[in-house]
């Protein structure tokens, strides 16, 4: 048998690992969820890029010499642009869930 200090001592324990195991699901769940909006993000740009490239050769004309943006001057460099954007999308992520896991670690620890 038990007495109460010991069953008070085990709850208390019990309740860290419970507190430990929903923080480790929430942290997770947010990692998924910021990467799956980044994936998204990067795909909506990729589909839309075609359709806004050719908008803007239209308005401004191809072959103009008063063609000032970067886009306008050929398709590769949208495609390059959206490229850059998702590299810096995913440095993003994932410093995102590197802090987020220094975080949970140091939550845990102190």
């Not at 909006?37 to 890029?49: D, E, F, R, V, Y």
């Not at 959206?82 to 999308?89: E, I, N, P, R, T």
Request: hydrophobic share 45%; proline share 1%; aromatic share 4%.
């Amino acid at each position: 048998m038990h007495n109460t200090a010991e069953r008070a001592a085990a709850i208390a324990i019990r309740t860290r690992e419970l507190k430990h195991t929903r923080r480790a699901r929430q942290t997770s769940l947010a990692m998924w969820l910021s990467s799956a909006a980044c994936l998204a993000l990067i795909a909506a740009a990729a589909l839309t890029m075609p359709t806004l490239m050719a908008r803007q050769i239209d308005v401004i004309g191809s072959g103009s010499d008063a063609a000032a943006g970067v886009l306008a001057e050929s398709g590769a460099s949208g495609y390059v642009l959206v490229g850059l954007l998702a590299f810096s999308l995913g440095c993003g992520v994932t410093i995102l869930c590197y802090r987020l896991r220094r975080r949970d670690r140091e939550r845990r620890d102190g």
